[in-house]
């Protein structure tokens, strides 16, 4: 059964590079199946996509990150990544990634990881 | 400011019937399928309903939802203390090619 683990520093300080692993077991990163995403939620706050990584490799972001994130694979860990740079204060969330079907409907994640907490501060 | 519009708050009694509103636009529920996540406390979104009405294997059928223009509706009938979560929708949004949600609705079984 899919299963999927976040994990990352907690804290990190404003103008710094956040970077986050997503743990995948029981499927392949490269999976044909499967798209990954990852979303986030502030204190408090609704839910707000990050980007996905789709079953091509290929990579959309949100618009309103403006050129700071990055996502990737490592295939030889099984995992996925995510890069924030120049974070702020307004970075600080819980941060998920999530798995979505290629076959499924657009946009729906049907498994998620438990999420890590990330607050920005000095 | 969220792209779907969804109340903060709704609550109902043990047993009543409530409903969640989500209003969309043409590029976003006008033109897709809708989704519903629910968010127990403390716990990762779970997926609930998709194609506006269809419920992935284990949601009761006490769960159920609709659409209709460029609006969306969950409605969860013979409510439980258990049912108390906060409430998403979501769909695809056209001109961001990606996924977008609504603000969340936080039930509370009274």
């Known amino acids: 059964q899919l299963q999927l683990q976040e994990s990352g520093p907690g804290l990190v300080k404003p103008s710094e590079i956040l970077s986050l692993t997503c743990a995948v077991s029981s499927v392949s990163v490269r999976s044909t199946d499967y798209h990954w995403g990852w979303i986030r939620q502030p204190p408090g706050r609704g839910l707000e996509w990050l980007g996905t990584m789709y079953s091509s490799g290929s990579t959309h972001y949100n618009p309103s990150l403006k050129s700071r994130v990055t996502m990737s694979v490592d295939t030889s860990k099984n995992d996925l990544s995510l890069r924030l740079s120049s974070v702020t204060a307004a970075d600080t969330a819980v941060y998920y990634c999530?798995?979505?079907?290629?076959?499924?409907?657009?946009?729906?994640?049907?498994?998620w990881g438990q999420g890590t907490v990330v607050t920005v501060s000095s | 400011q969220s792209v779907l519009t969804q109340p903060p708050s709704a609550s109902g009694t043990p047993g009543q019937r409530v409903t969640i509103s989500c209003s969309g636009t043409?590029?976003?529920?006008?033109?897709?399928?809708v989704i519903w996540y629910q968010q127990l406390p403390r716990t990762a979104p779970k997926l609930l309903i998709y194609i506006n009405n269809q419920r992935p294997s284990g949601v009761p059928d006490r769960f159920s939802g609709s659409k209709s223009g460029t609006s969306a509706s969950l409605a969860i009938s013979g409510l439980q203390s258990e049912d108390e979560a906060d409430y998403y929708c979501?769909?695809?949004?056209?001109?961001?090619?990606?996924?977008?949600f609504g603000g969340g609705t936080k039930l509370t079984v009274l």
């Open positions: 979501a769909t695809w949004d056209d001109s961001l090619n990606g996924p977008v």
């Open positions: 043409t590029s976003t529920i006008g033109s897709n399928t």
């Open positions: 999530a798995s979505a079907m290629v076959r499924g409907p657009l946009g729906a994640f049907g498994v």
